[in-house]
C-alpha cells in the first residue's frame, strides 16, 4: 500500500469533506522551495506551507539548534521554571517588536496566541472592575479556529453550530481604498460606548481572506481612536510576522503601536509548533498584585519549549542575515516586475503586492466560493502542474519561502498565466 493509501484509514484533516476531497499527497522530502511526494514528483511550495517556512524545508541550521538543543534539554516545564533558550529568545524578541513590547506569553499555534490576548484584555478590564466584555474585528477576519479565535473572524466556514456559544464580536469595514472614512467611522461609534476590550486585526494583510491589502496610515487612525478610548489593539501578527511584508512586521510601517502582538507561523521557521503573545508592561502590571486572583490563569504543557525556542533563535538569525534580507527583497523586486506585466492580462481584475505576498483576482462569470469549483479547478490545475498553490475563491495568491529561486519563481508565474488563458 502506498502512504497516501495507508493515510486514508486513520487520519483526519483540516478543512476537509472526506467523502468529496481527494487523497491527500504524501510527501517523503523538502528541500529549500520544494517538496517531493511518495512518486518522486517534485511540488514548488508556492505558499511556503500554509505561510510558515521562509527559510526554506529541512533547514540546516534549524535542523543543527535542534538537535543541539534535543541532547542538551529537550523540555521542562515552564511553571516555576526557565531555561536559557525561552530567556534569550525573548530578549531578541523584544530588541525587534515595537517599542512598546515588554512582555511575552508562550504557547504553541496561531489560535491559542490570539485567545491568550483575548483572554487578557477582558480580564485586564475584569481586574480593574470595569465591565468591558466585547471585541471589535474586521469583517472577513481570520483569527483562528478555537472558540474565541473562531469568534473573533469574519471568515467562517462553518460557524452555525456554534454561534450561540461564543464571545461577543462586532465588525467593522476593512479600511481597502475607499472605505477608510466608513472603517474609521463605525469604530469611533463603537469605541466611545465602553463596551469594548479590544479591537483586533491582521496588519496590512488579511491572508485568510485572500491576501486582502490596506494602508498603514489609516490603520495608525484606528489605533488612535481605540488609544483615546481605552480599547486594546492587538495586532494578529501570526501570518504577517518575520519579514512577509519585506519589514520584520507588518507593525513596522505604523507609527502608532499596537498594546498586544500575536506570532506563531514563521516564529520558528516552520519547524516546531509555537506561539508568542506579546504585551506592554501596562497590560502586565494589571495583573501584578497581592491578590493571587488577579494573575492570568493559563498555560499551555508545552509553554515555552525549549526545543522550539532553539528553533526560533535559529530561525530569527536567518531572518537577521544579509542573504535572508537580499532574498526579500529579491522576492518583492521579481512580484513587481510579474505585477506590471500580468494586470493587463483581459482576465485580471486587480493585483496587489507587498513585500513577500502577491494577489492577483480573476475575473469570473459569478461569485466564487472559498473552496468552490472554479477554486478547485485552478487548484487542481497547479498541482498537476507541480506547484502548490491554494487559491482562495478567485484569488491566487504567493506567499514563497524566502529562499525560492528566480527560476522557481519564473514556473511559477508563468503557470499563473497559463491558467488564465485556460480557465
Ligand atoms: C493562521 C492564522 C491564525 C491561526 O493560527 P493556527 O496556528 O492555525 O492556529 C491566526 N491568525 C492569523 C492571521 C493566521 O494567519
Known amino acids: 500500500m502506498t502512504l497516501a493509501e495507508r493515510n486514508q484509514k486513520h487520519n483526519w484533516h483540516p478543512y476537509t469533506q472526506h467523502k468529496t476531497a481527494q487523497r491527500p499527497i504524501a510527501i517523503v522530502k523538502g ?15 508556492a505558499i511556503a506551507s500554509w505561510w510558515v517556512n521562509p527559510y526554506g524545508h529541512s533547514n540546516p541550521v534549524i535542523a543543527d539548534a535542534i538537535y543541539k538543543q534535543l541532547t542538551t534539554l529537550e523540555h521542562v516545564l515552564f511553571g516555576g521554571f526557565t531555561h536559557e533558550p525561552a530567556v534569550e529568545l525573548s530578549e531578541k524578541l523584544i530588541a525587534v517588536l515595537p517599542a512598546n513590547q515588554n512582555k511575552l506569553f508562550y504557547s504553541d499555534n496561531g489560535s491559542t496566541s490570539v485567545e491568550i490576548a483575548i483572554k487578557v484584555s477582558m480580564q485586564y478590564f475584569f481586574n480593574k472592575g470595569v465591565k468591558k466584555t466585547k471585541i471589535i474585528a474586521f469583517e472577513d477576519a481570520f483569527h483562528g479556529d478555537t472558540f474565541g479565535a473562531m469568534a473573533a473572524s469574519g471568515i467562517s466556514f462553518f460557524m452555525e453550530a456554534f454561534k450561540d456559544s461564543l464571545i461577543e464580536v462586532v465588525r467593522i469595514p476593512v479600511p481597502t481604498a475607499g472605505n477608510e472614512e466608513l ?15 479590544a479591537f483586533i486585526f491582521e496588519p496590512l494583510v488579511q491572508g485568510a481572506a485572500g491576501m486582502v491589502m490596506y494602508e498603514a496610515e489609516v490603520l495608525d487612525k484606528l489605533i488612535a481612536i481605540c488609544k483615546e478610548n481605552q480599547v486594546f489593539t492587538i495586532a494578529d501578527e501570526v501570518m504577517t510576522g518575520f519579514g512577509k511584508t ?13 498594546d498586544m502582538m500575536c506570532i506563531s507561523k514563521a516564529l520558528t521557521g516552520g ?12 497590560i502586565f502590571d494589571g495583573f501584578y498584585d497581592d491578590d493571587i486572583n488577579k494573575a492570568l490563569f493559563h498555560g499551555h504543557t508545552f509553554t515555552a519549549n525549549p526545543t522550539g525556542c532553539a528553533a526560533a533563535l535559529a530561525s530569527l538569525q536567518l531572518l537577521q542575515s544579509d542573504e535572508m534580507q537580499a532574498n526579500i527583497a529579491r522576492v518583492n523586486k521579481s512580484h513587481l516586475v510579474f505585477e506590471s506585466k500580468i494586470k493587463q492580462h483581459p482576465k485580471v481584475v486587480t493585483t496587489r503586492v507587498l513585500g513577500v505576498i502577491f494577489a492577483l483576482e480573476i475575473k469570473t462569470e459569478n461569485a466564487e466560493s472559498y473552496y468552490g469549483t472554479f477554486r478547485n479547478k485552478l487548484y487542481n490545475f497547479f498541482i498537476e502542474n507541480g506547484v502548490i498553490l491554494r487559491p482562495v475563491g478567485n484569488i491566487v495568491y504567493i506567499l514563497p519561502p524566502y529562499v525560492m529561486t528566480d527560476t522557481q519563481l519564473t514556473k511559477t508565474y508563468n503557470l499563473i498565466e497559463r491558467a488564465l488563458n485556460t480557465f
Not at 519585506?246 to 499596537?258: H, Q, R, V
Not at 519547524?271 to 501596562?282: C, D, L, V, W, Y
Open 271 to 282: 519547524a516546531i509548533p509555537m506561539a508568542i503573545t506579546s504585551f506592554t508592561q501596562e
Open 31 to 45: 528541500e529549500g522551495a520544494l517538496l517531493w511526494d511518495e512518486d518522486g514528483k517534485e511540488y514548488i511550495d
Open 183 to 197: 472603517s474609521l467611522k463605525t469604530l469611533k461609534d463603537l469605541a466611545v460606548t465602553n463596551e469594548f476590550a
Open 246 to 258: 519585506g519589514k520584520n512586521f507588518a507593525c513596522d510601517y505604523l507609527t502608532e503601536m499596537p
